[in-house]
């Protein structure tokens, strides 16, 4: 049986670059004879609308997508338009589709399945994403109303079995990484296999994205790496990738050069957790870029590292590195020692300041309201911005939400904390609500943008 398979994404996402999960699992698929049709719905939205509305793709206005009540106001997606998107994808008369589900993209994604769903066309739909694992994780299984079956973590492996069990005619089985719902019984495990050696990845191809559309013209996304190998208490990214895997020197640089052939593009994005995972790639990416004169521009996150000294940072601009976004999170050490994070204040002090030296002006995230995080720990974390804002170009504040599998969910009872959701929880002795974290993120703000360069971003997480 010939098997068509639809990849979608629905707004809103980042409409900077072409999604890099989707052009890897069309690739991926691609190499294994199967027919794939992708439809970037969020970049066709963006682009649509007018000038004034494209700012609620900023991340200051995710909540707009996060709420429903709010994501209902303000109708950007609106009925004619899932009309529209529907009659799109069934005219490609595909078996599955699959959607990727991200947290500010999911009321968006039910509604366009909801009207596949009631199509009754016989197409299979498949749910993946990191949204769909939180979900799974928070026992929210009503996406099973929407869909046939959960890909869990990484996608290319399980998708690429659902696939095969279509094609022959069989029912879908639950297995690692693919859950199923039968007799109102889940089945499967979020546990997955993991593609050890991701060089053997195929390289993603964009001809299947409308570059032209995307809002920073002549970039396309990269990665160095899957995985983090940090170990923060609060961070989802570490349980989605479940460990760090990194990819060989010769390998990026092969794909950089292709892109840099076949799109005339030399600006890269790093999609990674984090660059600086494994920091002897990172040198030898940065020699052998600078050895052989490889023009290539790249930035993205970065862990605090005691060994980023200005020399290395120095060997980092010279080898095209634009921009550093580092996790920081708070200026206290009481609070990073909560965290599980592996530095101290001095050494960010020292990194933030190296990194100005070598000719980069870092961005920084901040994160407020870690259980234990109080008056004098929010204090120490001002007193930081005050210090280091001369070296920073911007700030980009958050505040905790408690995802599903990390340290700080599953100790949840423990840590004293009444659970509502990610976002509407509290410990028990009222000192940490949802009312005090917006309060500490207003007056933080206060001193970003009296302090550094560059207005900060203020995103719900």
Not at 10 to 32: E, F, G, H, I, M
Not at 338 to 363: F, Q
Not at 426 to 435: E, F, I, L, V
């Amino acid at each position: 049986m010939k098997i068509k398979v639809v990849l979608v994404i629905c707004p809103q996402v980042n409409p900077d670059r072409p999604p890099l999960s989707l052009a890897y699992l069309t690739t991926y698929l691609a190499k294994r004879n199967i027919e794939v049709v992708c439809f970037d719905f969020n970049i066709d939205l963006y682009f649509r609308v007018d000038d004034k509305k494209k700012n609620l793709w900023d991340s200051q206005c995710d909540i707009d997508w996060l709420d429903e009540n709010r994501y209902n106001s303000i109708n950007l997606v609106n009925e004619s338009i899932i009309r529209e998107w529907v009659g799109q994808i069934c005219q490609t008369s595909p078996q599955i589709i699959g959607f990727s589900l991200l947290s500010t993209n999911v009321y968006s994604t039910l509604r366009l399945a909801k009207e596949i769903k009631a199509k009754n066309n016989g197409a299979r739909i498949i749910f993946g994403g990191p949204e769909t694992y939180r979900l799974f994780g928070l026992g929210n299984y009503g996406i099973f109303d929407y869909a046939d079956a959960l890909v869990l973590g990484e996608g290319e492996e399980s998708l690429y079995k659902i696939i095969s069990y279509i094609s022959n005619d069989k029912k879908i089985e639950p297995a690692e990484g693919i859950v199923v719902k039968e007799n109102d019984i889940l089945l499967g495990y979020d546990r997955f296999n993991l593609i050890s050696n991701i060089d053997e990845m195929p390289f993603p191809d964009y001809d299947v994205f409308p570059l032209y559309k995307y809002k920073e013209k002549g970039q396309l996304p990269l990665i160095f790496s899957r995985g983090c190998i940090g170990r923060c208490a609060f961070c989802f990214e570490r349980v989605y990738w479940k460990r760090f895997r990194c990819r060989s020197v010769d390998n990026v640089i092969e794909e950089i050069e292709l892109m840099k052939r076949k799109y005339n593009i030399w600006c890269f994005s790093l999609n990674d957790s984090l660059m600086n995972g494994n920091i002897r790639f990172l040198s030898e990416f940065c020699d052998r870029v600078i050895s052989e004169g490889i023009q290539v521009g790249w930035w993205g996150m970065a862990r605090i590292d005691s060994r980023m000294t200005e020399e290395f940072l120095i060997k980092m601009v010279k080898a095209g590195c634009k921009q550093i976004a580092y996790g920081i999170e708070s200026g206290s050490q009481k609070v990073l020692n909560l965290m599980h994070k592996d530095y101290d204040v001095s050494t960010i002090d020292r990194i933030l300041l190296n990194t100005y030296r070598a000719g980069i002006k870092p961005g920084i995230n901040l994160m407020l309201g870690f259980p234990g995080e109080e008056e004098e720990d929010f204090q120490q974390t001002c007193e930081l911005v005050k210090r280091n804002g001369q070296y920073v170009s911007y700030v980009n504040i958050s505040i905790l939400g408690i995802e599903p599998f990390t340290d700080v969910y599953e100790n949840r009872i423990k840590m004293n904390i009444d659970f509502k959701d990610a976002t509407n929880w509290k410990t028990r002795d009222r000192k940490n609500t949802y009312q005090i974290r917006i309060e500490r993120a207003k007056r933080l703000a206060e001193v970003v943008n009296k302090y550094v360069e560059k207005v900060f971003n203020f995103a719900n997480t």
